[in-house]
């Protein structure tokens, strides 16, 4: 019945009537009118299953994160996914889908001390913009896995506390599908950072988080043979570049998009014109 409301043409055509209508009486987004952001409503729509009231609330949410760190969304291009498509990068799509259609990200946040905060933070919010703005990702989610491995203290010591608040703050109302989180190998010293993140999950989400030993330990929560070799699978292809470049299409076009700062405290903030009622 779920997989019915994606294929419904007349609850896609009112949904898109009844978002963009609520777009154009938003006191804080303001949008020209000019660009065709069909699709841009599509991916909010089914990320939250075609329940408005949750779809504008990610979609504000997403939105006014994207505009509050215009230094990582910025000229989206080649420089920001590049660097996942070889094999010891700290970022890694899967390119086959697993036998419930879900996506596979892998952070190996090893591979990331190389990269300062202000690279950091854009590979992980900027580049998976890029892929989920893939149909079949936005229907049937993804699995994240987490590697913690070999992860040493000096490396998280140099992430900042604002911009990890930031990502459990994003989280809370992530504009992604995400089925399953795999943790492997989650160090003592990052585990206070994981209790506080807690507070700011659902009970839903909490449910679907994995804390796993050792990659031996995933074989029992997923099917490992789509998974690249470090992982008990065999699987070596990575996204190609097509997908990425399909999704910077439709990061550009959400960023023409404004937002008047000054106007959300004057409306007591995010997610408070979901509940007006729209002609």
């Known amino acids: 019945m779920t997989q019915d409301i994606f294929n419904n043409d007349a609850l896609i055509e009112q949904s898109l009537v009844l978002f963009k209508n609520w777009l154009a009486k938003h006191p804080f987004v303001k949008y020209n009118g000019k660009d065709n952001i069909d699709e841009i409503l599509l991916f909010f729509l089914r990320v939250r299953k075609f329940a408005m009231d949750r779809a504008y609330e990610c979609f504000e949410q997403s939105l006014i994160f994207i505009k509050s760190h215009p230094e990582w969304y910025e000229n989206p291009g080649p420089k920001d996914y590049e660097f996942t498509t070889n094999q010891s990068s700290p970022l890694m799509f899967v390119r086959n889908k697993d036998a419930h259609g879900r ?3 892998i952070y190996r946040l090893k591979n990331f001390k190389n990269f300062d905060k202000n690279e950091f933070f854009p590979n992980i919010f900027l580049t998976p913009l890029f892929v989920v703005f893939e149909k079949e990702t936005q229907i049937n989610g993804l699995v994240i896995i987490i590697d913690f491995r070999d992860m040493d203290l000096s490396s998280f010591k140099k992430l900042p506390m ?3 608040y930031d990502c459990f703050k994003l989280s809370k109302n992530s504009s992604v ?9 989650m160090p003592s010293f990052f585990k206070p950072v994981f209790e506080f993140g807690k507070s700011f999950t659902s009970a839903k989400i909490l449910t679907r988080i994995n804390l796993l030993q050792n990659t031996e330990e995933l074989s029992k929560v997923m099917d490992v043979s789509i998974l690249p070799k470090d992982y008990g699978g065999s699987a070596n292809e990575l996204l190609d570049c097509k997908t990425f470049e399909t999704g910077i299409n439709f990061v550009k076009t959400f960023q023409k998009l404004e937002v008047d700062f000054n106007k959300i405290q004057e409306f007591e903030g995010v997610g408070s014109f979901r ?3 729209i002609d």
């Open 275 to 277: 509940k007006l009622e």
């Open 177 to 185: 599908r995400t089925k399953q989180f795999n943790l492997i190998g």
């Open 162 to 164: 604002s911009c990890i």
């Open 103 to 105: 996506a596979i990200w």
